[in-house]
């Protein structure tokens, strides 16, 4: 190719590079050649690069940035402005967690990974996360799901988020126009914070997920109709699951980190002399953001590493 063949098609794309939507990564970084850099840059290059480029968007990620100025300016910029941001929760690292923060006070599309075996803070072990295995089989099943969410969060009108929430139930208090509106707000708000207590400690299984509670208390907060409120179309995924105690309370706690899963009821059926444990009989309540078999797939996997034996019906 000639030399000024090849400033053209240079040119041409840059040019189709200005056309694509901006999502940033938001991700653990670690020095070179490190484990940390190495992971985080497999499922870069490997699942989210080809994903969001297929959906149209031009990816930034902080570590490849070459621009001249302060690299912390740029980072807050596309915080604040960028089309969407993928956020890799992976090992906790706090700069990760200060740009998800920054990104949920804007209330823009975000879709949150996190490899299989992290155990989320308090504030996001209810947030939809997507979980997957750091091996070649776990990038080949994260690329339709992060496809999915993706697609989902850029249609999403009114992102939910902690942040969102503090602040709605703070405008919802400020506006209530008597001691006992106040009284009652408050009252829901305090059970709310104990349900997600109760959820994150994997206590409260038997009631559902928090997620359901809060949906109902802020739609009628915002006086959303009976017929609005019915759209949310759930499912019932029933399963037999055999194991003991200890193993399906840890493994109850971790079902909740599974997107798509709202919550569970559990039935103790005494113990089982043929499957040699505890059998309990279960249903998760599939709120339809993921496909059914998706989530099946997912609850089959997180049950074998809790070295549970569980029967979910065809999918």
Not at 82 to 107: F, G, I, K, Q, S
Not at 299 to 315: G, K, M, R, V
């Amino acid at each position: 190719m000639s030399k000024k063949a090849d400033v053209k098609a240079t040119e041409q794309e840059g040019n189709d590079d200005e056309k694509l939507k901006i999502c940033f990564v938001v991700t653990p970084i670690g020095s070179d050649e490190s484990n940390t850099r190495r992971s985080a840059q497999g499922v870069i290059d490997s699942v989210i690069r080809p994903v969001l480029r297929g959906l149209g968007y031009k990816l930034e990620v902080a570590h490849e940035m070459f621009q001249a100025g302060s690299i912390t300016t740029q980072v807050i910029k596309l915080l604040l402005e960028a089309d969407m941001v993928v956020a890799n929760l992976t090992e906790l690292n706090p700069n990760v967690m200060y740009e998800l923060a920054v990104r949920h006070a804007v209330r823009k599309p975000i879709v949150a990974i996190v490899e299989k075996g992290t155990r989320l803070p308090f504030d996001l072990a209810e947030e939809r996360t997507l979980f997957y295995a750091n091996d070649m089989l776990g990038v080949f099943e994260l690329g339709p799901r992060l496809e999915q969410a993706v697609i989902r969060a850029s249609q999403d009108e009114e992102p939910d988020n902690p942040i969102y929430r503090t602040v709605q139930s703070i405008i919802i208090k400020q506006n209530a126009e008597t001691d006992s509106q106040r009284f009652i707000i408050d009252s829901l708000i305090q059970l709310e914070s104990k349900l997600e207590q109760m959820y994150s400690q994997g206590t409260a299984t038997a009631f559902g997920s928090s997620n359901v509670y809060r949906s109902t208390r802020r739609d009628r907060a915002l006086n959303l109709s009976e017929q609005q409120r019915s759209t949310r179309r759930t499912y019932i995924l029933p399963a037999t699951a055999w194991g003991t105690e200890m193993s399906f309370e840890k493994f109850l706690n971790d079902i909740y980190k599974l997107g798509g899963v709202q919550g569970t009821t559990v039935t103790p059926k005494g113990y089982s002399q043929e499957n040699n444990g505890a059998e309990f009989s279960c249903g998760f309540r599939l709120d339809g953001s993921v496909p059914i078999e998706v989530v099946a797939n997912e609850i089959t996997e997180l049950a074998a590493l809790h070295n549970i034996t569980i029967s979910l019906p065809p999918t």
